[in-house]
């Protein structure tokens, strides 16, 4: 039985990745070299330090260890000013309502994010004191598709990972979810997350129940 609900953060609850997108764009160009949209659609649930190697190899630049770190630091920096401004308005259709669902149904609710601003985030969009559990970048060593954070999210519930249903809108959080074993639910694109159980565009008019129910026993 499905006692428990993970969500991953950018591109579940909030659509962050035009912020990460511009921030990287801007350190990119400091760098000499262009990263486009197409481009940003690799680092959806990568980790920071993961998406500056990806960038670096994209634009066929090396830095040294110090200049790599100041990089992460300025990159940081810039997307922190463009995420002042976000607020409730930015949660994704249905988003908070399903969440809402969810707990009233008794289920425990936790976040599984790869971002180290992920708090900074749920207090801005309002919705920080929601869940049970919140386990981000700060709380793991392994990127996504690595398991950690959800593993780390069903402990920090007091959960076996079959109990558990993971919302996801990145290839590498899906992967991390399967390899957890749990269920997941991928927010997006069928024909991009075809390895989740299922897939939802948003989560626009439908309870936990709906969803639920599209899933294997
Ligand atoms: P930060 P998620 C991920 O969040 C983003 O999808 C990814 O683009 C970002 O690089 C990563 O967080 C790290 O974020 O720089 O804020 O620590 O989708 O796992 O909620
Ligand atoms: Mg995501």
Redesign the pocket.
Known sequence: MKTACIF??????VD??KY?YLAWKRLANSLGFDFTEHD?EK??????I??LKLILRLGGKQLSAEEFEAA?TR??GW?LEYIQKIGPEEILPGAAEFLQSAKAKGMKVA????????VL?LERIGLVNEFDAIV???KVSQA?PDPE?FLKAAQELAVDAEQCVVF???VA?VQAALNAKMAVVGIGEASVLHAAHTVLANFSGLSVDDVLARLPA
């Open positions: 991953d953060l950018d591109g579940v609850i962050t990745a990460h940003n680092l959806k649930g990568v980790s920071r993961e998406s992460l990159k940081n997307y976040l599984g994010s790869a971002s180290k601003n992920a985030i981000d970048g700060n996504k954070v996801e809108d990145a959080g």
